[in-house]
């Protein structure tokens, strides 16, 4: 069981072993904590199978998380995202390509995307932070544009941009 203060709990609809498996094969550092199943207690409310998956408890880069198989009540949305803060333009590939696979094509913008699971992640270099930051407004406002119009951001064109 998780010892953090705040978890972070994602529901599913018989896709938390999945998720939690495919997030984990992508982030360094990331490991699988506990699996726990469902039993004959409850099932006339929950109506799941016995033994099949009820949470699967998971770590990306420290940070805890529970994929809970509750069913097909909820759904996710934008609403909510993950942010992937990258070093690199190595980095940003890296994630954009693996978190974006098998994901929905129409919901990638400015550098966020949503997985094949339907989870939004914002893939952010924080180089761009940087120049979003800069006290020169002008300069900040051309990045600000240009990052506007890129579905994955790029660099190098962000700080051409930001150079004028």
């Not at 997985?115 to 930051?133: C, H, N, R």
């Amino acid at each position: 069981m998780s010892l953090n203060k705040i978890t972070t709990c994602l529901w599913f609809n018989g896709q938390a072993e999945e998720a939690a498996n495919y997030y984990t094969s992508i982030f360094k550092n990331s490991k699988i904590t506990h699996v726990q199943r469902y039993t004959e207690a409850g099932k006339e409310i929950h109506g799941q199978e016995p033994g099949s998956v009820l949470v699967v408890e998971f770590k990306l880069d420290d940070h805890s998380f529970v994929a809970l198989n509750g069913g097909p009540q909820f759904k996710f949305n934008e609403s909510i995202s993950f942010q992937v803060d990258c070093a690199s333009q190595d980095e940003v590939d890296y994630f954009w390509k693996k978190l974006g696979e098998g994901g929905d094509e129409a919901k990638r913008q400015c550098g966020w995307l949503a997985d094949k699971f339907g989870v939004s992640w914002q893939i952010v270099p924080t180089a761009l932070k940087e120049m979003l930051s800069d006290p020169d407004r002008a300069k900040a406002d051309r990045v600000t544009v240009e990052m506007m119009k890129m579905k994955k951001l790029d660099i190098a064109t962000l700080r051409k941009v930001h150079e004028g």
